[in-house]
């Protein structure tokens, strides 16, 4: 990979359910940077080896060094992106190949809107804005994530894989955040990341226990 130019990080990563996992987002944007823009091949061991925009090759020393994180730090992050359907990795015992799933999406290759605005477009086309920041609130979906809608399934199991603790832990409190809302008790804005922090705080005070193996089985089956 070349050490220069840039790369696109779209404000969709906000919404992931890794945004506020400091230690996962970093390697993620990590991730984009060591990511091929091209194709490249070279010789590996008698073998042409083909990697792919979105893909490089690494290994999971190299990769915490150049993060700046921890091996095991490393190995709960690339997992959490996998079970996330973020990435893929296939491992030999040399190396491994990391896959950046939507790779193109992310970088608008071969986007219509990545190429320039003309003043050809058609009369019946709405102006258009230079404001990326501007977003009419009225078409914006409501979800656990931006209102007191309940959590699905699968956020909840993000959840209880993303802070290492059981998913009956994660549901029981998932019910007293629901039953503080019917009882208008409740004085946040959201469902997901207010479960979140009372997940995290209920570890820090030893109310809620951490279960690595319960999450094994999470990761299995997600």
Known sequence: MENQGWIKIHRKLLETSFA???????????????????????LFNKQEIIIKPGQFLTGRKELATSAGLTEMQTRYALTCLKVTNTITIKTTNKFSVITILKYNQYQNINQQSNQPVTNKQPTSNQPVTTNNNVKNDKNVIPTSKNSLTSCTDEELKEISLLLDVSLEAVKRTHEIIKNKIASKEFKNKTVYWSLRNWIIMGIERGTIKKNPISNYKLMKTV
């Open 20 to 42: 506020k996992k400091p230690t996962i987002g970093w390697l993620f944007i990590c991730l984009l940077l060591k990511a091929n823009h091209k194709e490249n091949k070279f």
